[in-house]
Antibody
Framework: DVQLVESGGGLVRPGGSLRLSCAVSGLSFNNVWMTWVRHTPERGLEWVGR??????????DYAAPVKGRFTISREDSQNTVFLQMDNLKIEDSAVYHC?????????????WGQGTLVTVSS | SYELTQPPSVSVSPGQTARITCSGDALPKKYTYWYQKKSGQAPVLVIYEDNKRPSGIPERFSGSSSGTLATLTISGAQVEDEADFYC????????????FGGGTKLTVL
């Protein structure tokens, strides 16, 4: 079975930093793009960013609200993707999920972690 | 900035057909995906590439796309389908990155 498990969430003050991790098992991690998505009841689902696999350059892209503050990286030897969040703002409070999706060949395999809660508050 | 626009809420009685729309200027060029999100749970993909259903998703879920409008249809909605539904596609205008619609609360009662 494929599993994605996030960790690293918690309470942090505005301006602070957190590093989230997403450990992946059950699939060929070095062949997949990994995405971070966050959710709040007020704003719904929000795409945060993604990192491509090494074959596609291993580069990361970010949504405008987090660009310049968040950094996505991956360690293929550990089957883990990271989300470094700096200069956190109150509006960054959310449940953060990691996700990977591969569609083709008549099906679409879409996997999510259960999420980790980030609360930014003074 | 580019947006995917969904109605905030849709309400149907059990057994009726629920239709949730998603509009966006880039939808003619990019696939639409649909996610079901229940409180405290991870999102579940119910439609991919406009109209394909992943394995394990009930047949009552279907999708279509025409021009700038994509539609998720739940034929014979059931109480357990009550959730928030989000469309997901790609911005081809400015960022060229994926984004979600604002979400639609489906009530079945």
């Amino acid at each position: 079975d494929v599993q994605l498990v996030e960790s690293g969430g918690g309470l942090v003050r505005p301006g602070g930093s957190l590093r989230l991790s997403c450990a992946v098992s059950g699939l060929s991690f070095n062949n997949v793009w990994m995405t971070w998505v966050r959710h709040t009841p007020e704003r719904g689902l929000e795409w945060v960013g993604r990192i491509k696999d090494e074959a596609d350059g291993g580069t990361a892209d970010y949504a405008a609200p987090v660009k310049g503050r968040f950094t996505i990286s991956r360690e293929d030897s550990q089957n883990t993707v990271f989300l470094q969040m700096d200069n956190l703002k109150i509006e960054d409070s959310a449940v953060y999920h990691c996700n990977t999706k591969k569609c083709g060949g008549g099906n679409c395999n879409d996997y999510w972690g259960q999420g980790t809660l980030v609360t930014v508050s003074s | 900035s580019y947006e995917l626009t969904q109605p905030p809420s849709v309400s149907v009685s059990p057994g009726q057909t629920a239709r949730i729309t998603c509009s966006g200027d880039a939808l003619p060029k990019k696939y639409t995906y649909w996610y079901q999100k229940k409180s405290g749970q991870a999102p579940v993909l119910v439609i991919y590439e406009d109209n394909k259903r992943p394995s394990g998703i009930p047949e009552r879920f279907s999708g279509s796309s025409s021009g700038t409008l994509a539609t998720l249809t739940i034929s014979g909605a059931q109480v357990e389908d009550e959730a928030d539904f989000y469309c997901y596609s790609t911005d081809t205008t400015t960022s060229r990155y994926p984004l979600f619609g604002g979400g639609t609360k489906l009530t079945v009662l």
